[in-house]
């Protein structure tokens, strides 16, 4: 899919995605408004020769790839051949590792909650020991929250960590161990394009889980100063130039930092701020800045 023919001398931009929601058709539909070329790249029908560009008829790429992996590698393998991916390797590296984006809020002396990394089940139960309970175990890798699992007590973690070391896979034996905050119910989703926050909504679910693609339901929530320091903050510290930061509050309103999301989803968002915001315009905007620097 492509939009306007491209002119002589003109940048065309890429846009990455294996699957094409609702975000991509908004972001395409931004484009075309503008009259600005792009080509959408199915990243399952791509290969990269080592040292080499390939050919490749663009000069910037957005990764809105969903398979982490692929992100990851696509967006390096680009890199490497000298087109601009936003957002960078080095981003979608991080936030797709809630240890390594952990440990960038912390070194950005942003509030998270208690988290620890264990490399055992052993040394997992003295981490929770440490942490306290309730607390929530979860993958390193993942989204929409899947296979986090709240830990009431050492018993349940027992039990759960007996599972986890059943798990193929050597990754799959860390354990990602963070406290459970007692939350109203709810918890902020702000996004960041550029360095500024466009806003920023309260998602609540019936389960810890608020994803919008669980089932999430949003409503406009008032972007305060804390709110925008500490969401610009955890993009720069990610180095993300596009990001859905993940905001909770505790039951004394203190504000913390929980993930960061690379390839943040706006459905939710976009319909809770409708007149308020267009999140694939200002990506676009963001991308032409981008393309001509």
């Keep these: 899919m492509s ?73 390096r393998s680009l890199s490497a051949a000298g087109v601009t991916v936003v957002n960078s390797a080095e981003a979608t590296e991080v936030c797709g590792d809630k240890w390594r984006t952990t440990q960038a809020l912390e070194e950005a002396g942003l509030p998270t909650p208690r988290t620890a990394l264990a490399l055992t089940s052993t040394s997992a139960l003295e981490a929770l020991e440490v942490i306290g309970y309730p607390a929530l175990i979860k993958p390193l890798v993942g989204s929409w929250g899947r296979l986090v699992v709240p830990l009431r007590d050492r018993a349940g973690a027992e039990a759960v960590l007996e599972y986890v070391a059943a798990l193929p896979g050597p990754q799959s034996h860390l354990a990602y161990v963070q406290e459970l905050i007692d939350k109203p119910g709810r918890d902020i989703r702000a996004i960041v394009v550029g360095g500024e926050v466009l806003g920023a909504v309260y998602r609540s679910g019936e389960s810890l889980r608020t994803n919008v693609a669980l089932g999430g339901q949003t409503r406009p929530c008032e972007v305060t100063p804390e709110i ?27 504000l913390l930092v929980l993930e960061v999301n690379h390839r943040v989803e706006f459905t939710g968002f976009q319909s809770a701020l409708a007149e308020q915001v267009n999140v694939a315009d200002h990506i676009v905007e963001h991308l032409l800045e981008r393309a001509h620097r």
């Design 3 to 75: 939009a306007t023919p491209q002119r002589p001398g003109e940048s065309r931009i890429a846009v990455l995605a294996s699957r094409v929601g609702a975000d991509e058709k908004r972001l395409f539909d931004a484009f075309d408004r503008r009259g600005v070329p792009f080509e959408h790249v199915d990243t399952r029908r791509q290969w990269y020769v080592a040292g080499h560009s390939g050919g490749r008829s663009f000069d910037l790429a957005l990764n809105r790839e969903i398979g982490q992996v692929r992100a990851a590698y696509a967006a």
């Design 228 to 254: 925008a320091k500490f969401s610009v903050g955890a993009a720069d510290a990610v180095g993300a130039d596009i990001a859905g930061v993940d905001l909770i509050e505790d039951r004394d309103g203190r």
